[in-house]
């Protein structure tokens, strides 16, 4: 293979949000605001740092069961004010070049799939294949500094890569490591501070999944045959079976000793209980990404009213957690922009069900695929629609820091009376099919979008 070529792709979109980074509106009281405050002499100007570190990006991944049945589900926390977009693609023969966000490559071809995309990237935070294999990944801090690698490969062109070319999760992950190494990581992958970051993955097929950590073009993975949750910090200890060279004893000698690692375990703290349980199920998956630090809620198919709501966090956040949670609102800094959750098993038909925005003021969309392609319902492809389920998201935050966590509580009740309605529908319709072995596809295709406009309609005119 020869050099990869560096080409240009045009800027973020205009339309993302630059984010004002006033310390007070994200993180009231970090261990920088502190050592700020203790030594003024240092800090004439008594300007706060521009975030607290570790809360850029955050995600929550996890995958429950095994054994020929794997559930999959990720939330995606990015900027405020950065779309995404759920796209299927139908197989592509190998051959010829391949663009990815910073380098053009040898094509190997893909298989048919449907992914989360940051508009203004190639790569997805989330996605599943035609062959059940369901990739997520997280940002990390190690000890290699990500801001001094050349342009090369991001973590989300390796979650696109790894369902391109994985057919298996082992064959994901041999894939996904052999890009690494031949080309590197490298780029900037948040564009609204302009910062490149490494990543970790969780990697799953319906019998096994591979958790895969990263630091530049190093790396180490481990299998497991259950559940297991990842958040953004290194896990694995010298427990990994496959690694690149140079790897030897635990890998947490890569991890970035100066990072806390609260923000990352408040939430493992939810979503490893949930993965280790037997029966988890998809159903019971979107309560769990609907956290807000509480407990979980809004079950699909169950009616709740205001009492049964874990209402938003307040605004402040801290390094010990305080503030952090599955379903994120962090004030003007970041949010969950996209959710998803996955059926892995042998199936004709693999099932997915993807949400645009915060899971809290979403709906979880059926989408489908098998070796004929993907069916993803367009609305779920339009910037527009995102950006409508985004303003709920603002005006709930809104209500929350006015009118206090009450008040978050009721309106919250306001919307999910609707889209919890929208979502019994289609996934009792999905259920049915299913159950019967028809190809649920094309009724849920024609009515999916229209329902949630409708839905979206009803609750902007409210
Ligand atoms: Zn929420």
Redesign the pocket.
Known sequence: MGRPAHKSRPPPERGILRVRLTLTQIATRTHHDASADADSDRNPRGTSPPCPPTVKNMCDTLCAGGGGRMLFAKNSDRPIGEAQVVEGYRRRPAGGELRTQYLTIPDHGAFALIGSRPTWLWGFEHGINEHAVAIGNERVWTVDDPSRAPDALIGMDLVRLGLELGATAVAAIDSMTDLLERYGQGGIADATLAEAYFSSFLVCDPNEAWILETSGRTWAARRSDGGVAISNRLVLNDDWIKASSGVVGSFQRWADPSMPVGHADVRLAVTTPFAAEPNADARSAAAVL?H?GGHPWGRIGQTIGPDGIDP?PGPDADFDGTGV?V???LRGFE??AASMIAELDSSEVIRAWAALG????SAYVPVFIDRDGPAVPPVLGAPATWTRFDLL?AK?ERIRDQHGARASQLE?ARIRSELGQLEATLWDESDRAHAIGADPRQKLLESSSMHVERALERLELA
């Open positions: 609907r807000h938003l949670s379903c994120m609102h949010t969950t915060s899971p809290c003021v998201r709930v919250l």
